[in-house]
């Protein structure tokens, strides 16, 4: 699978002491979401990250380096734009601005209130951080352009 990189997975080093097998595919370009940096570095909604692209089988090591399973962060799939011969979607993790003090707000998803359907708060863990990713990649074009 490919994944798109950013901040302190952009470093060769760092990558190799995480990944066992990884092929740098080349440079690439996140569009409609921005760097933040916070305790880690995220991405916040609309304007665009460089990074890299790499490619491997080895996304369990890269869920547990950004903690996926503690929901510090979460993985989603975002369309790729890139010549015949690769996949049609990259991987690209996202961290919760919440819990990474990052000065980031996802939009709510839809109503444009703070609260869901069952009357709790939204943003009061990482479920209600979930559904405003989920939200906003489903409402705008964030895609993820490997550089010729």
Same mark, same amino acid.
């Given at each position: 699978?490919?994944?798109?990189?950013?901040?302190t997975l952009t470093e060769p080093e760092r990558v190799a002491g995480v990944l066992d097998s990884y092929v740098y595919v080349g440079p690439?370009?996140?569009?409609?979401?921005?760097l933040v940096e916070g305790q880690y570095p995220t991405l916040a909604p609309r304007g665009e990250t460089a990074g890299r692209l790499l490619r491997t089988e080895e996304l369990d090591a890269l869920d547990a380096y950004e903690r996926v399973g503690e929901g510090l962060y979460r993985r989603v799939a975002i369309p790729?734009?890139?010549?015949?011969?690769h996949p049609d979607e990259a991987a690209v993790y996202v961290g919760d601005p919440d819990r990474l003090d990052a000065d980031a707000t996802w939009p709510d998803a839809g109503d444009g209130g703070d609260r869901d359907d069952?009357?709790? !708060? $939204?943003g009061?863990?990482?479920?209600?951080?979930? !559904? $405003?990713v989920d939200s906003y990649l489903e409402r705008e074009a964030v895609r993820v352009r490997l550089t010729p």
């Open positions: 699978m490919d994944v798109f990189v950013y901040g690439a370009t996140l569009f409609g979401l921005h790729l734009e890139a010549p015949d011969g069952a009357g709790g !708060d $939204r009061s863990d990482e479920y209600g951080f979930a !559904d $405003r």
